[in-house]
């Protein structure tokens, strides 16, 4: 497969073409999770954060798209907060998308592109957070989930438009795009390519000073860098699991109550009959009697069927009433009547004449009530079981609706609670290698999503068969730690990052003397340095480069991304050097290793040009509808979001 083309269909464009089918807020209901933002109205600045064409943004759609953003961004990192998400731009990514939705949405209204009530209603129909218990639609969860999650109808509907919308105007746009051969060829050709050069390393360590720095500038450090030391919220969840074992004094299954089951399971306990039947379907009563005949000379019927290309078809074991309603009584009767491995029949059937053979009968006996005394007993006795814990569970909910806490119910109820290690979101116990209880799996993501300590809640573990009731006893909120706390780790991470300067301008040094002589390895040495890595030489195909996926090391691809007889330097991530790299050579491909790569390279460079299609119609429509923001109500926004209010 052409991976090197694996990065283009990855890019920003597709992303935004393929967020902008399905609206933010159906986005989030769509993965289950959803939050609802509060009340933006009174932010400062006023409650608009943009106006597109003759659209305004609001601060509330503003809030709630940033909100069911980061819900989407916790699926794959479940500890990052609010504030580090804004911190990192993904605010403003929310921002830029409701704009462009909104361009769309004005560009489609005015061109007469638009979605019709029943559209929308299709879409909301398929967001399974709106499904009733028989797995469908259902109006009460539909409304009940919008008031939960303080959301209007309008709101919702209004964001799967514009979804529908964007899918109609920018979809189109990238049909039938197809990049030129000349391109394509170019491109292909890029994947046989070789090229050979040096990599050279400059760790910082070889580079730290040998002095440590004053307490102002570790202090100075820190408070430049506190957000590298930032802590995640931690949670102590207090815990108690009870089962059945846990009811006592159940009472026992009365001879009445033994009776009454027998008397309503009295089918279930009379004597029974399955067979296994062979059945042939023929369309008239003398085709059917024809092919009896045959099989009563002695052909089979499976031979005879097959001879006026039919096939026979295997029924059972079944019961007559299972059998009568799967066919008729009369397909029924002649089944049930016949011996076994003689034909019975010809019968009307519900389409057609029906031949039918008996395979085999399973008799089963029936029980007397002395008979099944044991098993009934039993089952009445679990069912009293599992209606006691279901009452025991009521009770415990009804205790933390009156107000009770769950140490109150636990010492009530005669439960042993347990307390956890302080938990992130993630289910790992913080500063250790272990993972949360397997018991709080299922309540967790709930337990990190209380407002407050002291919360009890109760939850299923297995369904009617364990439960759990569970507060969280501590939280401890996202903050950087005290410098007292982790002095020796800022102290090694300021002393890197001097170390990380000084291999940098070693690393200038180096790259300067590369480009008069174009020897790495001389260059290296001349630093005179103790403990440098030796440098690094290779050749490499660009197909080997692409192979790596992800696990690309950078300076590899920046080889890959160089002209030929030039060198670069490059940082090493987190402070720990500088990488020279020098590029001697370009080997061009082999003309004849290209051709069969073309066809598919054609077809994965197409569809990135429809991508970029769709993305320049998103550009112009913006820059037609036109866009005006309020920088203040977005700083508001950010201010209550970010909790810095």
């Known amino acids: 497969m052409l991976t090197f083309f694996r990065s283009f269909m990855t890019s920003k464009v597709g992303l935004f073409v393929a967020l902008a089918f399905l609206g933010l807020i159906a986005l989030a209901f769509a993965a289950g999770d959803i939050s609802s933002s509060g009340q933006f109205g009174g932010v400062a600045g006023g409650d ?196 059945d074992t846990a009811i006592r004094n159940v009472p026992a299954p009365t001879e009445a109550e033994i009776a009454a089951r027998y008397s309503a399971d009295k089918a279930r306990y009379a004597p029974s009959e399955n067979r296994t039947i062979t059945q042939l379907i023929l369309p008239t009563e003398a085709a059917a009697k024809a092919v009896l005949a045959e099989v009563t000379a002695g052909k089979s019927l499976a ?83 599992h209606a006691a814990l279901v009452e025991f569970s009521a009770k415990v909910e009804d205790e933390f609706d009156n107000g009770s806490s769950l140490g109150d119910v636990a010492k009530e109820l005669g439960l042993t609670l347990q307390q956890t290690d302080p938990l992130t979101a993630d289910g790992k116990v913080y500063g250790k290698d272990a993972p949360a209880p397997a018991e709080l799996a ?13 919360q009890p ?20 909120p996202s903050a950087a730690a005290p410098i007292t706390e982790i002095r020796p780790q800022v102290m090694a991470d300021l002393m890197l990052q001097k170390g990380s300067a000084a291999a940098k301008a070693a690393a200038e040094k180096v790259q300067a003397q590369a480009k008069k002589n174009s020897d790495l390895a001389a260059a290296m040495t001349a630093l005179r340095v103790a403990g440098l890595p030796p440098v690094d030489r290779l050749e490499i195909s660009r197909q080997q480069f692409a192979q790596q996926n992800r696990n690309v090391p950078p300076p590899l691809a920046l080889m890959f991304s160089m002209a030929q007889g030039t060198t670069k330097i490059l940082a090493a991530p987190g402070n720990r050097g500088w990488f020279v790299v020098s590029l001697a050579k370009i080997i061009p491909g082999d003309e004849a290793a290209i051709a069969p790569l073309l066809a598919q390279a054609t077809t994965e460079l197409s569809t990135v040009t429809g991508r970029e299609y769709s993305d320049q119609l998103r550009k112009a429509i913006r820059d037609e509808a036109g866009v005006t923001r309020n920088q203040a109500a977005i700083d508001g926004v950010v201010r209550q979001l970010a909790g810095s209010n």
Do not use: C
């Open 48 to 243: 608009r954060v943009a106006t597109v064409g003759s659209r305004k943004i609001s601060t509330a759609e503003l809030s709630q798209g940033a909100t069911n953003a980061l819900d989407q961004v916790k699926q794959e990192n479940p500890g990052l907060t609010m504030k580090q998400f804004v911190a990192a731009g993904g605010l403003t990514d929310a921002l830029e998308q409701l704009i462009d939705r909104a361009a769309i949405s004005v560009f489609g209204a005015e061109h007469g592109i638009t979605a019709s009530n029943r559209l929308i209603d299709s879409e909301i129909a398929q967001i399974s957070a709106f499904n009733g218990p028989d797995g469908k639609f259902s109006q009460t969860a539909y409304q009940a989930l919008l008031q939960q999650r303080g959301l209007s109808e309008a709101a919702v509907r209004q964001d799967i438009a514009d979804s529908l919308v964007a899918r109609q105007v920018l979809v189109p746009a990238a049909f039938g795009a197809r990049m030129p051969k000349g391109l394509v060829s170019r491109y292909a050709a890029l994947l046989t390519e070789r090229r050979a050069g040096s990599i050279a390393l400059l760790p910082s360590a070889a580079f730290v000073p040998k002095d440590e720095p004053d307490a102002a500038a570790l202090a100075a450090f820190y408070t430049a860098h506190r957000a590298d030391y930032t802590r995640p919220e931690r949670r102590v969840v207090r815990y108690a699991l009870f089962d």
């Open 457 to 476: 809640q109760l939850a299923e573990i297995e369904a009617g068969k364990q439960f759990i009731v569970f507060d969280v006893s501590q939280i401890t």
């Open 303 to 385: 031979a005879a069927a097959g001879a006026k290309g039919l096939t026979t078809a295997t029924l059972g074991p079944i019961a007559r009433p299972a059998l009568a309603a799967q066919t008729n009584e009369a397909v029924a009767a002649a089944a049930f009547s016949a011996t076994p491995q003689k034909m019975a029949g010809p019968v009307r059937a519900a389409v057609g004449w029906a031949l039918l053979r008996v395979d085999a009968i399973e008799q089963k006996p029936g029980k007397t009530l002395g008979q099944a005394r044991g098993e009934i007993t039993a089952a009445i006795a679990a069912d009293k079981q």
């Open 442 to 454: 299922r309540v967790l993501a709930t337990a990190f999503s209380m407002e407050r300590e002291g």
